[in-house]
């Protein structure tokens, strides 16, 4: 997939930080951060564009990849308020609380095109899902919702894993029942999400394939 991109280089003192934001913003698609159920539902572009973005940070470890989410149109199903996504390797050492300030800093960026290797990342997937069978597994998408913001900060292969994930969701969700009539469909969730001590009900993020409409523009692959 090619991915055309906004890059940006803040500064924060004597460090210089590598952000990249998507050229064109996702229209038809939102977020909302866990709590303990967020929502991320998308059209086919919205979410085969994701999936490339998780792809790309996979294998990006010293970049920052932020998705504008927030101020786009309100989702018409589910709850909670909107939120961006940041994606960040945990090496990175990022943290919530700085990003206020570096994403103040993001202007004047230039224009990036970066390809994804398909095979590569659905190689990475199968290894981390292979690897989460066992009882020691412990590659999570450690998580955390700050400035309405959701991050999530994991690894190259469980960023890989929710990138063939979201590809799913973005090749499929077509073909199920009702969305030619405007209907959301729930698809799948984030892997691997860490959950706080104590129990209670798990923290999810839910993905789902929603057409946007007017509806008259979409037809079931196959007719």
Known sequence: MRLRLLQFRP?????????VQPRQPLR???L????????????HDGLNRLSGLFSFAAYSRHTIVHVPL?????PDEGTGEPVDLVLAHRTL????????????????????????DEARTARDAAARRERARRADARDELRHATH????FLFGSRDVFAETATDLAAAAGWGP???GVGQGRSVLMTSLPALTQPPGGGHPLEVLISFKPYPPYAHFERPGR
């Open 11 to 19: 500064r924060t003192g004597p460090h210089e930080h590598r952000v």
């Open 28 to 30: 038809h698609t939102s």
């Open 32 to 43: 909302s951060a866990p709590d303990p159920i967020g929502m991320l539902s998308g059209d």
């Open 70 to 74: 927030r101020d786009g149109p309100p």
């Open 93 to 116: 050492g990022l943290r919530a609380g700085k990003w206020p300030g570096l994403r103040r800093k993001l202007v004047h960026g230039t224009p990036l095109t970066v390809g994804t």
């Open 147 to 150: 400035a309405r913001t959701f």
């Open 175 to 177: 073909r199920q029942k």
